[in-house]
């Protein structure tokens, strides 16, 4: 099949696997996708939730149905003309319980260095002086011997143990994981030997015809994303193959990487940031009283990250350098190493050695050297300036060498990762909708030229990459941060409800005040249970009372406390305030994300609307007989009855009406043009309003018209022929309008 028009992503699991997947095949096809989006498929962890805990390579997961039951869900979405894009994962595999389920790894802990299998793992052989550093050992229990193994509660090891030593679980691995995981251990995807052990099942489903399009997770955590995704390539024939990059900033994909784009983060922040209002920026600081700036927060984060989780990386690559530059003491090549990582811009920089160096690469270590410079003393300085040129790539091509500027990247990406992301996110709540993946909370809003030039680049430079707007890595669901938009537009209403429902007596931390109480808001109606799911692990993840590591049950049970008495009365009663107003953003944003230039993908459920929070809550069930029967109903005329139907009239339409073409940015005329974004893709003109509280404060459209030539157009959304594109009337039923021209020109 061709490369996808739309996706629609399904999360695998045990309970709905591959023949649960098949059945919804004439459902997604009247949807109007193209191909069905999965989540990993091979043989993963026991009790996996997710897949990217992979112990098998060569087999289909059992759990999903196994390779017959792959082939059999292929084929009733071939009958149904869909085509199928498959998660994969190179950068990692799992460390499962018993470890004997992945053989690969079961070797290397029997045969130590000399296992076939040593080669695949990213192992430091020195730290663990000759052995792998097995971290799994808790308070008082010790291993028992039984036959020929080692046990220890689920966890198996072969005997003798000679080539590896079990450790306390809080002392780091020797091997490089992803994040801090130790679970899921590193693999060297860079050995071509490697590469075809592990992509060769997926491989020949390529080459059969049963997948066509890839999905790489974590290119970040590679040695050499660049040389992989070229040998990927080459290996599938060029099939269409998105990377799960996270954009910072001005950062671009690298241009002479071999796959059509991102999976699509950089849109989901621009997107999100269009419906943002600029001038609530200023009242929504004061609303957060008292915070420090976000850039110092996240150096913070990242620094703690640094010296706690991910100092067994840090290390590594400290003793790397050290062997590179050994004129200089540890000492300070650590301290100037570890500020160099910290003041990484961006999660990587993809120095391969050898190769030249891009100019992007060049301003993002200047921009991390100076930033590193101010903070370390004068004495340092010459460490700092001895370290650059060896993590850019431009000391020689000696081994040593060459180790550092890998591990520096491999190192900085999961810094970003854990330190901005999975910790400075959950500590700085000025307006949460911004804190996303890939996102950032100090960037407040986007303009809508803003947007429009990046629709421009997106359709020039990666006309086929993914955009989105829910994923199953996303913090808090599309359109819960649809609703926490409006707070921008009406930052006053926010900051008296605040001090209506704040507690005097609370126990809370305030940035955890501010985040509860947008959670509440945005994620209305909330289970008690869902909400303790949540704030446990949004108080884990922000480390400043408790930790998955050091929990601190007191503080943690007095939060949880506290959040069983919301006043639910007084949530509802703001909720139903912010509605009118978040409906124009929940169809405003679908519907562009879903024209704009790139493949859109839906992510399960979120064609009705979204407001589940991170996982595991954005993989709870989907109920699709709900949605069967809605969109049968849409389909056989009836106007919609709720947002949900709104949004799932949205979202079908506009798949249906898909076709990709030019981007040319459109302009309104009149006192309300600031309240309208619009743009033509192809075929059909996207129209949707924007920031509603200051389009009704203004006293609506008025006179307000779209600047369009040609017509008459047809709303596809409501099926009217507008002559007059003035915005009163072609946004009077909906807030959005998909238009297409009709053959009528008289």
């Given at each position: ?347 990587r920089v993809y120095v391969e050695p050898g190769e030249e160096v891009f100019p992007q690469t060049e301003s993002v270590l200047e921009a991390a050297t100076e930033a590193a410079r101010s903070r370390l003393p004068a004495e340092l300085h010459p460490a700092l300036e001895a370290i650059v040129p060896v993590v850019s790539g431009k000391v020689g091509c000696t081994d040593a060498a060459a180790e550092v500027a890998v591990r520096f990247q491999q190192t900085a990406a999961p810094l970003m990762a854990k330190g901005v992301e999975d910790t400075a996110f959950y500590r700085w709540s000025r307006l949460v909708s911004r804190n996303e993946v890939g996102g950032e909370p100090d960037r407040f809003s986007v303009s809508p030229e803003e947007f429009h030039a990046f629709c421009g680049r997106l359709a020039r430079d990666w006309p086929a990459t993914m955009t989105t707007l829910s994923t199953h890595d996303t913090k808090r669901q599309e359109d819960v941060r649809a609703r ?263």
């Amino acid at each position: 099949m061709s490369e996808p028009r739309a996706t629609y992503r399904i999360q695998l699991r045990e309970e709905f696997g591959f023949a649960r997947a098949a059945a919804l095949a004439p459902y997604l096809a009247a949807l109007g996708v193209s191909h069905v989006y999965l989540s990993p498929i091979l043989q993963a962890a026991p009790g996996s939730a997710h897949g990217y805990d992979v112990v098998d390579h060569t087999r289909v997961s059992e759990a999903l149905g196994g390779e017959d039951g792959f082939r059999a869900m292929v084929a009733r979405f071939r009958e149904a003309g869909l085509g199928v894009v498959v998660d994969i994962v190179p950068n990692h595999m799992a460390i499962p319980a018993p470890e004997s389920l992945n053989r690969p790894l079961w070797s290397v802990l029997a045969e130590g260095r000399a296992s076939p299998y040593a080669r695949w793992f990213d192992i430091d052989w020195e730290a663990g002086e000759g052995r792998v550093v097995m971290p799994v050992l808790g308070d008082g229990d010790v291993p028992t011997r039984e036959d020929d193994v080692l046990r220890y509660h689920e966890h198996m090891f072969p005997l003798p143990d000679d080539h590896y030593r079990l450790a306390p679980w809080r002392e780091g691995p020797n091997y490089r994981r992803f994040f801090e995981i130790s679970s899921l251990a590193g693999l060297r995807a860079e050995d071509p030997e490697v590469f075809d052990r592990t992509h060769g099942l997926i491989l020949r489903l390529v080459r059969e015809g049963l997948i066509d399009g890839l999905r790489v997770d974590h290119p970040d955590g590679l040695a050499a994303p660049r040389a992989y995704l070229d040998r990927l390539a080459e290996a599938t024939g060029g099939v269409w193959t998105v990377v799960e990059k996270i954009l910072t900033g001005p950062e671009e994909l690298a241009p002479d990487w071999a796959c059509a784009g991102t999976t699509g983060y950089d849109a989901l922040g621009m997107v999100g940031g269009v419906f943002v209002s600029p001038r609530g920026e200023g009242p929504l600081t004061e609303v957060y009283d008292g915070a420090v700036p976000f850039e110092q927060v996240a150096y913070e984060a990242k620094r703690q990250s640094a010296e706690g989780g991910l100092a067994p990386e840090v290390e590594r690559l400290h003793r790397a350098l050290c062997r590179v530059l050994p004129s200089y003491g540890t000492g300070e090549l650590r301290d100037a190493l570890l500020e160099l990582l910290v003041a990484m811009p961006v999660y990587r920089v993809y120095v391969e050695p050898g190769e030249e160096v891009f100019p992007q690469t060049e301003s993002v270590l200047e921009a991390a050297t100076e930033a590193a410079r101010s903070r370390l003393p004068a004495e340092l300085h010459p460490a700092l300036e001895a370290i650059v040129p060896v993590v850019s790539g431009k000391v020689g091509c000696t081994d040593a060498a060459a180790e550092v500027a890998v591990r520096f990247q491999q190192t900085a990406a999961p810094l970003m990762a854990k330190g901005v992301e999975d910790t400075a996110f959950y500590r700085w709540s000025r307006l949460v909708s911004r804190n996303e993946v890939g996102g950032e909370p100090d960037r407040f809003s986007v303009s809508p030229e803003e947007f429009h030039a990046f629709c421009g680049r997106l359709a020039r430079d990666w006309p086929a990459t993914m955009t989105t707007l829910s994923t199953h890595d996303t913090k808090r669901q599309e359109d819960v941060r649809a609703r926490l938009a409006v707070l921008a537009e009406l930052p006053e209403a926010w900051a008296e409800t605040l001090r209506d429902l704040r507690s005097p007596d609370s126990p809370l931390e305030p940035d955890l005040e501010h985040l509860l109480w947008q959670t509440v808001v945005g994620a209305w109606p909330l289970s008690p249970e869902r909400l303790a799911e949540y704030l446990t692990k949004a108080m884990r993840e922000a480390k400043t009372r408790t930790s998955w590591t050091d929990p601190d049950p007191a503080y943690e049970a007095a939060v949880l406390e506290y959040a069983r008495s919301i006043p639910a009365e007084r949530v509802a009663a703001f909720t139903a305030r912010l509605e009118p107003y978040a409906r124009v953003n929940v169809l405003g944003q679908k519907l562009v994300q879903l024209t704009m230039p790139g493949v859109p993908d839906v992510y399960q459920g979120c064609e009705l609307v979204a407001l589940s929070l991170v996982d595991p809550d954005n993989r709870r069930p989907v109920d699709y007989d709900d949605r069967r029967a809605r969109l049968t109903r849409l389909d056989a005329g009836e106007p919609p009855r709720d947002l949900d139907d709104e949004k799932l009239l949205v979202t079908s339409r506009a798949l249906r009406a898909r076709r990709p073409g030019p981007y040319e940015p459109l302009n309104a005329t009149g006192p309300a043009a600031e309240h309208a974004l619009a743009f033509r893709c192809g075929e059909t003109v996207t129209v949707v309003t924007r920031l509603p509280v200051g389009l009704e404060r203004g006293g609506g459209w008025h006179d307000t018209a779209l600047a369009l030539d040609g017509g008459p157009w047809r709303d596809v959304l409501t099926g009217v022929l507008h002559h007059d594109l003035r915005l009163n009337a072609l946004l009077a039923r909906l807030p959005v309008a998909l238009l297409v021209p009709t053959e009528d020109r008289g």
